[in-house]
Structure formats: structure tokens, C-alpha cells
């Protein structure tokens, strides 16, 4: 089974950038559509971006502009870089592997990795 590990979370300022990544255990990561979600206290967990194994890729609403997705199949990993943070960006967020499109929606697999704390303060 595929084993996700992110990295690259933080405290950050508004206004501020990080880049988040998810290393995939599964030498066939190439073939996977990939997620990154975002769950913040009391809400449901969101769809901040996904890239299928072609490299085509969707972002949710408040991303659109600021986040941009990536992958790089050779280090079985793939990116979130997080520009212009804001407060309400502040989430865990979790990376998602092998899941499947539906009229272009993005539907997660069974994989998960465990998250990584995004606080946006200052």
C-alpha cells in the first residue's frame, strides 16, 4: 500500500509563501492523480488542488491564483507552493493519492497521508 509523508508546514505571516511536499512510498506514483486537502477546526475538509498523472491540473476556489500544484515524478513527490498566505488559510493539510476524476471533479483515494500544520499569524 502507498504510504504518504508531507512536509514543509509552518507558522508564516500574511502575505507570506511555503512549499509543501508529499513523498509517495510507490515506485508507480507516476501513474497516480494526486490531491492536496486542507481541514481547519469545525470545517469539513476542503479540495485545495489536484494534478493527474498527466499533470493536468484543477484548484478549489481559494487557491485559484495563489497555489499552484506540481509533481516530479522522479522523486515520487508531489508540491504545493502557497503564496499571498492569509489567516483563513490556516489548516492541516494532507496530501491524497490515487484518486479518480468524474467529470473532471477530483474524487479521493483510500491513501492519506498524516498532515502538516499550516498557520498563517502574525
Known amino acids: 500500500q502507498v504510504q504518504l509523508e508531507e512536509s514543509g508546514g509552518g507558522l508564516v505571516q500574511p502575505g507570506g509563501s511555503l512549499r509543501l511536499s508529499c513523498v509517495a512510498s510507490?515506485?508507480?506514483?507516476?501513474?497516480?492523480?494526486m490531491a492536496w486537502y486542507r481541514q481547519a477546526p469545525g470545517k469539513e475538509r476542503e479540495l485545495v488542488a489536484d494534478?493527474?498523472?498527466?499533470?493536468?491540473?484543477n484548484y478549489g476556489d481559494s487557491a485559484k491564483g495563489r497555489f499552484t500544484i506540481s509533481r516530479d515524478n522522479a522523486k515520487n513527490t508531489v508540491y504545493l507552493q502557497m503564496n499571498s498566505l492569509k489567516p483563513e488559510d490556516t489548516a492541516v493539510y494532507l496530501c491524497?493519492?490515487?484518486?479518480?476524476?468524474?467529470?473532471?471533479?477530483?474524487?479521493?483515494?483510500?491513501?492519506w497521508g498524516q498532515g502538516t500544520q499550516v498557520t498563517v499569524s502574525s
Open positions: 491524497n493519492a490515487d484518486g479518480w476524476y468524474e467529470n473532471s471533479a477530483y474524487f479521493p483515494g483510500e491513501t
Open positions: 510507490e515506485r508507480i506514483f507516476r501513474v497516480f492523480a
Open positions: 494534478i493527474s498523472a498527466h499533470g493536468n491540473t
